[in-house]
């Protein structure tokens, strides 16, 4: 267990952390504050790369793994501060909560994992086997994963932990996801002589409901390859007086372990193909979503918003160590999946790292109104990660 002083450390650095306010590509505050923390916490190294990703590093005397904390700090923007009933950017603290954006959705677990990464070093004077990498990760709220792809490049480690809330459990998975654009390319004309075009808003009515014909994956644990249909725009808009020469759709479609690119998109093209041979006027085609959005480096971070699945086995070795550590600390994890999205699709399901995700807090706290993180799990996620290094680093 942390002794008082160290519990006071991590709840200070969670308040400073969601004092400052870091929507995507806007970290830079938190960024310099975990900075000036991980120095004076005595890290053997404090870099930020080019998408402003932090990352601090602490080695062990001896050779071994590399274990990488991976925590992202920006969070969702505040839409309504006036139904707060504590400001958002304060980090009060009412009935051993701290309330504020990101307290959950997860400076805490970013606060827990620097803090648990210098007690570590500090209890057992470095001696210990490998090293040890703490991550505050940008833009992942809407981009999961691609600013992770740098973090993995330059560490290349062995384990990675994902702090999302999991309220101390153990999550060895999670479904994918990826945003899919169906388009389709009318004509233009007077809407008093509808027959002189081609609407692309009709065409795409047909495509819609062709699409709900089709059957979804399926996977014995993560459950179904959800596809949805989320948003619907056509061209011109307003379209005053004028058949819209083009439509697009956007779809939701959760990705289960093994699914790539290709195999998503095939059942699509398929169909489309029979649409368009049964209609010559029909023009649609389907492809990833592309995403690119402004760092707080000034840099451009961009992807195809793709982010695969992945699932490891309860009994694999390294979920058994750290479970049985954890168990022997007085803790009791399940084992479970995540059902949101994390950087684990980079890690586990692109880059193959063996990763499983332990944080504090309810997963139902992110992104709410009156988001808080409970001290009780800010200090005990912070004892389990240094049962993390226990268990990990040998
Ligand atoms: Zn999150």
Avoid at 323 to 342: R, V
Wanted: aromatic share 8%; charged share 25%; with cysteine.
């Amino acid at each position: 267990m942390l002794n008082k002083e160290q519990e006071q450390t991590v709840v200070r650095l969670c308040q400073e952390l969601v004092k400052q306010r870091s929507y995507s590509g806007e970290e830079q505050g938190v960024v310099k504050v975990l900075k000036e923390n991980m120095e004076q916490m005595g890290f053997d190294s404090v870099t930020v790369d080019k998408y402003g990703n932090i990352i601090g590093c602490i080695k062990g005397n001896r050779p071994g793994p590399k274990i990488l904390f991976d925590g992202h700090i920006d969070t969702v923007p505040v839409q309504d501060a006036g139904k707060w009933e504590h400001d958002p950017f304060a980090a009060e603290i009412v009935d051993d909560k701290i309330y504020g954006r990101g307290t959950s959705d997860m400076k805490g677990a970013v606060a827990a994992m620097t803090c648990a990464a210098a007690n570590f070093a500090a209890a057992t004077g470095k001696d210990f086997a490998g090293e040890i990498y703490v991550a505050g990760v940008v833009h992942e709220e809407c981009f999961e994963g691609v600013a992770a792809r740098a973090i993995s490049a330059a560490v290349h480690p062995d384990y990675v932990v994902i702090g999302e809330a999991s309220q101390l459990n153990l999550k060895i998975g999670q479904r994918g996801r990826a945003e899919i654009v169906v388009e389709t390319f009318g004509k233009p004309c007077h809407s008093a002589n509808p027959e002189k075009g081609i609407n692309a808003v009709y065409k795409m009515a047909k495509v819609i409901e062709a699409i709900r014909t089709l059957e979804p994956t399926h996977h014995p644990v993560l459950g179904d390859g959800i596809l949805e249909l989320t948003d619907i725009k056509s061209a011109p808009y307003p379209g005053a007086s004028v058949v819209p020469e083009y439509c697009r759709a956007t779809y939701d479609r959760r990705l289960l372990v093994g699914e790539t690119k290709e195999s998503v998109l095939a059942p699509i093209n398929a169909l489309l193909d029979k649409l368009m041979a049964e209609d010559p006027q029909l023009k649609v085609k389907a492809s990833y979503a592309v995403g690119r959005e402004k760092c707080h480096t000034g840099n451009e971070i961009e992807g195809e918003r793709f982010f695969p699945g992945w699932l490891y086995d309860e009994k694999d070795e390294f979920v058994q160590a750290v479970y049985g550590e954890l168990k022997a600390m007085g803790y009791d994890p399940s084992i479970t999946q995540y059902n949101f999205c994390t950087n684990g699709s980079h890690y586990a399901g692109e880059a193959g790292i063996k990763t499983f995700g332990l944080g504090p807090s309810r997963e139902n706290l992110a992104h709410t109104i009156n988001e808080y993180i409970e001290i009780d799990q800010l200090v005990k996620v912070c004892d389990c990660y240094g049962g993390v290094m226990k268990a990990l680093l040998k």
